[in-house]
């Protein structure tokens, strides 16, 4: 990969290493998880421009604001395996249920694709190259430390920053294993 090409994916790679050092806990607590996702699939926005599958890795930390319903604070990255679009997001989220549960969260996230309209076709301008991260996930415990779930993650400013908004949509599977 040349110098300029590994350029996005470099500050990508930082900017979840820096969102996941600012919630920071001790190395015993929390949650990685890890799955395999169908990219740019078109069930919800129009798009599907994008192929591959991706890579997602992450981490939620332990419950915090229990006013709010105790979310947890979460950082994952999601590598796209054609060297499309990929993404660095952060925020929340809550989970709802035991041991069947439903976990919706929120955050904001950093992508690496293009930064104006791609006349090709072929690739996603998502008009921003921050977006917000709404997703939900169904899942089930299996045993203390281990949990499944399905879950899709939207990527899209809401037309804040520009007209163009074509959304990303991921649809997949995660692994989630629990540090403590």
């Known amino acids: ?4 090409a590994g350029q996005p994916l470099r500050r990508l790679l930082l900017a979840v290493t820096m969102a996941a050092a600012s919630f920071a806990a001790p190395a015993r607590a929390g949650e990685l998880f890890g799955g395999l996702f169908a990219h740019d699939v078109d069930w919800i926005t129009a798009s599907g421009e994008e192929h591959g599958l ?3 890795l992450g981490w939620r930390g332990e419950r915090i604001l229990r006013a709010l ?14 060297g499309q679009t990929h993404f660095a997001a952060a925020g ?3 989970r709802v249920g035991h041991p069947v549960y439903v976990r919706p969260g ?3 996230a950093v992508h690496t694709g293009p930064g104006r309209f ?3 076709g072929r690739r996603i301008w998502l008009g921003s190259r921050i977006l917000f991260e709404p997703e939900i996930g169904i899942g089930l415990r299996l045993n203390p430390r281990v949990s499944v779930e399905a879950s ?6 809401a037309q804040l920053f520009s007209e163009e908004n074509p959304g990303l949509d991921t649809v997949g599977l995660r692994l989630n294993y629990m540090l403590h």
């Open 1 to 4: 990969m040349s110098s300029a």
């Open 69 to 82: 319903g105790g979310p947890r604070p979460h950082a994952f990255v999601s590598l796209n395996s054609a």
């Open 152 to 157: 899709w993650v939207h990527l899209s400013h």
């Open 54 to 56: 991706d890579v997602e």
């Open 118 to 120: 791609d006349s090709t």
């Open 92 to 94: 929340l989220s809550w």
């Open 106 to 108: 929120i955050g904001l």
